[in-house]
T-cell receptor, first 110, second 114 residues
Framework: RKEVEQDPGPFNVPEGATVAFNCTYSNSASQSFFWYRQDCRKEPKLLMSVYSSGNEDGRFTAQLNRASQYISLLIRDSKLSDSATYLC???????????FGGGTRLMVKP | NAGVTQTPKFQVLKTGQSMTLQCAQDMNHNSMYWYRQDPGMGLRLIYYSASEGTTDKGEVPNGYNVSRLNKREFSLRLESAAPSQTSVYFCASIWTSGGDDEQYFGPGTRLTVT
């Protein structure tokens, strides 16, 4: 079983739609959680951290459920420019290592 | 502020050749990492350096060596390249303090081993 699992998609949604991605992690010692965005043939870029209380950044909302060991990302009012692969990332304090999920591909259509 | 730089951007090697991938960051981060990304496999950690002078193995270290030359630079060496090492290699640099994070990846090196 992978340490961080995501539905690979693709999620095909129309502009303006709301879309949600989930991610599960297996290591209960995981301390910090993140969502990254990766465009085709580019490097991953940190989108947002995920806090226990949940957090929002504009159209993006991230939630963490430690008891069930899953993380979610909600994108409201999708834009064409949101088309990308979204990577779920967890970190354990040991060595400050980041472990990546396989990514979920989002395609926003006009 | 260049962030994280990697050289070269592209490389083609023959089986058995060696090469060193270079990575540098100008953000004074302590921690640096080497990942490889393959289709369907996501990013996998090869080696990391939590601080200057230390290096540790990640998930897939076989066939690689690293050197943390100083705080800025972290290189990855392939001593005898194999076709299985065909991949995109990313270097990352991270700073963490009290819940605040700076995490940056370099643009990647696309390596093909024939």
């Amino acid at each position: 079983r992978k340490e961080v699992e995501q539905d690979p998609g693709p999620f095909n949604v129309p502009e303006g739609a709301t879309v949600a991605f989930n991610c599960t992690y297996s290591n209960s010692a995981s301390q910090s959680f993140f969502w990254y965005r990766q465009d085709c043939r580019k490097e991953p870029k940190l989108l947002m951290s995920v806090y226990s209380s949940g957090n929002e950044d504009g159209r993006f909302t991230a939630q963490l459920n430690r008891a069930s060991q899953y993380i979610s990302l909600l994108i409201r009012d999708s834009k064409l420019s949101d088309s990308a692969t979204y990577l779920c990332v967890v970190r354990t304090n040991a060595g400050n290592m980041l472990t990546f999920g396989g990514g979920t591909r989002l395609m926003v259509k006009p | 502020n260049a962030g994280v730089t990697q050289t070269p951007k592209f490389q083609v090697l023959k089986t058995g050749q060696s090469m060193t991938l270079q990575c540098a960051q100008d953000m004074n981060h302590n921690s640096m990492y080497w990942y490889r990304q393959d289709p369907g496999m996501g990013l996998r950690l090869i080696y990391y350096s939590a601080s200057e002078g230390t290096t540790d193995k990640g998930e897939v270290p076989n066939g690689y060596n690293v050197s943390r030359l100083n705080k800025r630079e972290f290189s990855l060496r392939l001593e005898s390249a194999a076709p299985s090492q065909t991949s995109v290699y990313f270097c990352a640099s991270i700073w963490t303090s009290g819940g605040d994070d700076e995490q940056y990846f370099g643009p990647g090196t696309r390596l093909t081993v024939t």
